[in-house]
């Protein structure tokens, strides 16, 4: 009976257009269904509730009762000086991330460009960053940068003599030569481009592998040097690589919670956007001003990336 | 008479410059972790009294840091055992479930012309870009209220939902990849798609599948949001990372903490570099045109 409804199911149809359009409806159902739940839905209910008063001890009640409508939880998020300072830290900390993760990326690919012995390993080891899970490196980290045994602010004290020990993860302003730097936010972005660089390395050296060599060799014949044939053969052809990476590694960024809840729970001025959001939801217990906080987060994303398409747009228009 | 260098021949500063940057990466990207392998080996006693000496002695060489950290809390350990089996369980639960439904899905994706195809692939890579941060408090509210967010059962569910963009885009590249011409020809000779799928297309892109089916246990096995935001409550259900960062706050001296963290990478590294061929070429696909 079953094999039956399958067999008409699945049997063939009289054309290829037909066929394809039946089985691609089949086949991406499960995935559709996923998309629904997990992420239709929830964009839908993420709207409502910003829009009302809601916390997490309403939960059991939700769905019997009417909503109550109110502009407040953005009042509150928009009227608030730590909503700004969030948002300004995370644009510092997702831009600094991405200038540093693709410019190291850059370098490192173009400095393996060349084949030697042993250049597979080398690729190999130079990713162990990206692929150790984010506990262990913030462990590790925690402990090279601890005060009274990690080996930076040892060697420090007993090589350097260092009057006192540095809390890299606690300390929103150090004055390095009487300039003010946010010690603990650089820390973080390190770490955040300690971990992320190898990706980039990765996608950039898959995209020199189709960049064609003849036109370095002409121009080398030509007496080009090597700065010259990297910053005008070889870059322009990386640029599409760069600029997507660019992007995805700024909204990646942009929303990491992990990284920084875990090494430093948001203290020496590292509170960003998306420790707000989970603030908002498991300490204040307001699902309403967290959800308004997220949503505020995704429309500032948001319009980034529309003005950076139509900015690249325009460029692609003028050449 | 000196011979002309090579135009071709890099300038021996561009060597050496390059030598550097590459010396410079490697003890950058393998320094911290070799300090961290170095240091469980350590007594905790011996690195708060001497933390520069990175060098373990033979006779102070001390694997306790491992054992302590594995074992059961009735045993005098943390309890570290356990969560790896949680995330052993929902790490697994999630590369079956999550590859089979991208493997339908990025087979259609790949190859079939059927209406509806730029919306459904157009809303994969929307829901991928999106931030999750924001969908985390709905997704939250909604186990919740199912009365999921204190099992294992509701980060399973979630695991499932976040890998299936990721596997759907490698698994694509993989399936694009492949001959066209063998599929067809199955079809021809009168294979159901089931059937091809199963017999032709599976067999042929199984390395494929196998990477993205690691990278997906890799994306599971290190999850750490979800964990904390639905199980901190109960510690039973902890899984490795979420076990890890909460033993931080117990006063568990770094030796065991860096044993312990150690331990939960060698999986995800030693799985990394079998596949690393695969995973490259599956995830770095769209930047070679």
Redesign the interface.
Known sequence: MTTGVLRQLWGRPRSRSQRDNRNGLLLTAPTFLVIVLASILPLVMVVIFAFSEIRLVDIPRLGTEPIDWSLHNFQRALGNPAFWRALGTTLLYASLTMIGSVGLGLVLALALRRPFRGRGLVRALLLVPYVLPVIAAVTIWQTILNPQYGVINAFGREVLGWEQSIGFLNTTTTEVWGIPIPLSLLVVVAFEIWTSAPLSFLFITARLQGVPPSIEEAAALDGANGLQITGRIVLPQLKGVILLLCLLRFIWTFQSFSEIYLLTEGAGGTQVMALKVYTELVTRADIGSAAAYGLLMSVVLISLLAVYVILSRRKVDLE | MTRRRS??R??PL?TA??VA??VL??I???G??L??FV?SLRPYTS??QA??D?IPTWDELDFSGYTTAMLDPAQGGFGLGRFVINSLLVAACTVVLSI???I??A???AR??????GF?NG??LG?Y??????????????L??AGLTGSLIGLF??Y???T??VA?YMLRNYFQALPESVEEAAIMD?A???QMLRSVVLPIALPGVVATAIYVF?IA??E??YA??FLVQDRELWT??LG??QL?DFNVP?TV??AG??A??AP??VL??VA?RYL?EG???????
């Open positions: 135009a071709l890099p300038h561009s410059g390059r940057i590459i990466a490697l950058f990207a393998l911290p972790v300090y961290g240091l690195i708060v933390p520069l990175l089979i439904v991208s339908l899905g087979y259609a994706a079939l012309r059927y209406r509806g195809r459904v809303t994969i829901v870009l999106f931030p999750g941060i924001v969908l985390s408090v709905p997704l939250f509210v909604l919740a209220k569910l979630v499932v939902a976040t299936v963009p759907i009168g159901s798609l089931p890799m096995w290190n750490y949001f904390l935001l490795a990372p890890i960062s931080t770094v903490l860096l963290s150690l939960v990478t995800v590294v990394f570099f690393q490259v995830l770095t696909a769209g930047a070679e045109k």
